[in-house]
């Protein structure tokens, strides 16, 4: 398939090319408060993308993803069509966001993959706690991995997202992560 290479969709801008591995992050809507966001409006891209990494891992918001099972499903339905749609290289749930690194396959676009998994999540977490309402942030975030040292150090990143958040002391002890199911 030939995908739509540079693409957006009124937020931020994506690229989902053949062969492309990509780190994709997407968020409880609730994880980013409007206030903190207002704060960050004057700052330049880099800064801002490192407020709002730092601000996640404070698990603001509901930060329904802390619940065993609520997290548990999200991580079922990652892996759901791992092998098929996708090769999923590393993952991780947090709290109030999800962290994953894949490589679409076939005529998969990784924005229809996404949108799968958030359509799927949304409706079953928001049955099981019996609540209505936008779970998931609109859009999410994306880079391609650039080099296999990128790809190295992202995997990294990812699997000891929860160790730098300080909700555990060694990656595979946070049980909803690539480097857990490792172990």
């Keep these: 398939m030939s995908r739509p290479s540079w693409h957006n969709r009124g937020y931020l801008p994506h690229c989902d090319e053949d ?3 990509q780190h994709v992050v997407f968020r409880l809507a609730d994880s980013l408060p409007a206030a903190a966001m207002l704060k960050m409006e004057p700052l330049d891209k880099g800064q801002r993308l ?3 990494d730092a601000l996640l891992d404070t698990s603001a918001g509901s930060a329904l993803l802390r ?3 609520i997290a ?5 339905a990652l892996l759901h069509f791992d092998g098929d749609r996708y090769a ?5 749930v947090m709290p109030n966001h999800v962290h994953v690194v894949l490589e679409p396959r076939g005529d998969h676009a990784l924005s229809q993959i996404i949108k799968s ?3 799927f999540t949304a409706a079953r977490i928001n049955k099981t706690l019996g609540r209505v309402g936008r779970l998931w942030a609109p859009d999410y975030f994306d880079r391609f991995m650039r080099s296999e040292e990128h790809l190295t ?3 990294a990143y990812v699997e000891n997202n929860p160790v730098a958040a300080g909700l555990c002391s060694s990656a595979a002890d946070w049980p909803f992560s690539s480097a857990a199911a490792r172990c």
């Design 153 to 155: 150090t992202t995997i």
């Design 50 to 52: 490192a407020q709002c």
């Design 88 to 92: 999923m290289i590393a993952w991780c």
């Design 117 to 119: 998994w958030k359509a």
């Design 67 to 69: 619940t065993p099972p």
């Design 72 to 76: 548990a499903l999200v991580v079922d």
């Design 19 to 21: 062969g492309l591995v």
